[in-house]
């Protein structure tokens, strides 16, 4: 268990429709990361966020959105959904917020659009 | 943009068998990541090779980086059983861009 919850475990939701997927990330670590994972695209890095702020950009969509909050828990924000966009999601955290170190992954959330 | 190409993508070797997956790259990198992802499973990071010539060893693993020929390996010394899974490297770029190769999916056979 790398103290990573991610929920919910598994979406599925129809095209068109918004979702949100939420990452709390281990006690102590500022940063989290956002990736995505699928059978066309592969492993991709989304978005990252360190203490609240946007810390570094990836291949994240228009239609992707993400925040990190006070209490350092992040949240993804899909719309918009297209078949594409099924995938698994994982989120990461890490103490600091430079250079992708020490990252610890949740479970991810699988996301299923029909 | 930096690419990250990994060879094999699909590897089956016998136990007790030696092996080595490879990682190119196609920029400069400033580090060069290594990840573990069990079926179904999410990922665990194994190494964070920061500097050329930089090697590290857990295990049967053990990763090296060589930054002038824009190479890693990862190598695998008397396999066993517990080491199948799929193996990632990933690669950060200028900008804080952060790449992964396509993946090397390893079966040990008994």
């Known amino acids: 268990d790398s103290g990573v919850t991610q929920t919910p475990k598994h979406l599925i939701t129809a095209t068109g429709q918004r979702v949100t997927l939420r990452c709390s990330p281990r006690s102590g670590d500022l940063s989290v990361y956002w990736y995505q994972q699928s059978l066309d695209q592969g492993l991709q890095f989304l978005i990252q966020?360190?203490?609240?702020?946007?810390?570094a950009k990836g291949n994240i969509l228009e239609r992707f959105s993400a925040q990190q909050f006070p209490d350092l828990h992040s949240e993804l924000n899909l719309s918009s959904l297209e078949l594409g966009d099924s995938a698994l999601y994982f989120c990461a955290s890490s103490v600091g917020g430079t250079g992708f170190m020490e990252q610890y992954f949740g479970p991810g959330t699988r996301l299923t659009v029909t | 943009e930096l690419k990250v190409e990994q060879n094999p993508l699909f590897l089956s070797m016998q136990e007790g068998k030696n092996y080595t997956i490879y990682c190119n790259y196609s920029t400069t990198s400033d580090r060069l990541y290594w990840y573990r992802q069990d079926p179904g499973k999410s990922l665990e990071s194994l190494f964070v090779?920061?500097?050329?010539?930089a090697v590290k060893q857990e295990g049967r693993l053990m990763a090296s980086l060589d930054t002038k020929a824009r190479l890693s390996t990862l190598h695998i010394t008397a396999a066993v059983h517990d080491l199948s899974a799929t193996y990632f490297c990933?690669?950060?770029?200028?900008?804080?861009?952060?790449?992964f190769g396509t993946g090397t999916s390893l079966t040990v056979i008994p």
């Open positions: 966020y360190y203490n609240g702020e946007e810390r």
């Open positions: 990933a690669g950060y770029g200028s900008g804080n861009q952060f790449y």
């Open positions: 090779l920061l500097s050329n010539g």
